[in-house]
């Protein structure tokens, strides 16, 4: 019998999660949305808009985005975001610096004649 496992996650994830969700539901608030409006324009039901709202680390990625952006919230656009003032679209222009000097960085020869 296959038992399900329990993500651990930790103390700055779950807060950061949380944080995100109660910026989601101020937005919503201050728009005057409600919880059902939301959830409609998501194409979500209301208890997964809840979950969001609660910082349930479980909600796919994907959805609890779309939900920030419905409500004028916009994660980690400002990277992304090119002086002329649209989205970027080369892959370089999204890769934060500490993630292009990983990629960028030089490796050492393999020494594979045994």
């Known amino acids: 019998m296959a038992t399900s496992r329990i993500r651990n996650y930790s103390n700055t994830t779950r ?13 919503r608030k ?5 919880t059902e409006e939301l ?9 997964t808009l809840y979950r969001i709202e609660q910082g349930d680390p479980r909600v796919e990625i994907g959805l609890v985005l779309e939900v920030a952006l419905l409500v004028g919230l916009s994660p980690l656009a ?14 370089d222009a999204f890769k934060t ?6 990629i960028n960085k030089t490796r050492k020869a393999v020494k594979d004649d045994f």
């Open 15 to 27: 807060l950061i999660i949380q944080q995100l969700g109660y910026e989601i539901q101020s937005a």
């Open 30 to 34: 201050q728009r005057q949305m409600t």
């Open 39 to 47: 959830s409609e324009r998501a194409g979500i039901g209301r208890k």
């Open 78 to 91: 400002s990277r992304y975001e090119q002086s002329s003032g649209g989205y970027a679209t080369s892959r």
């Open 97 to 102: 610096p500490s993630i292009k000097r990983a």
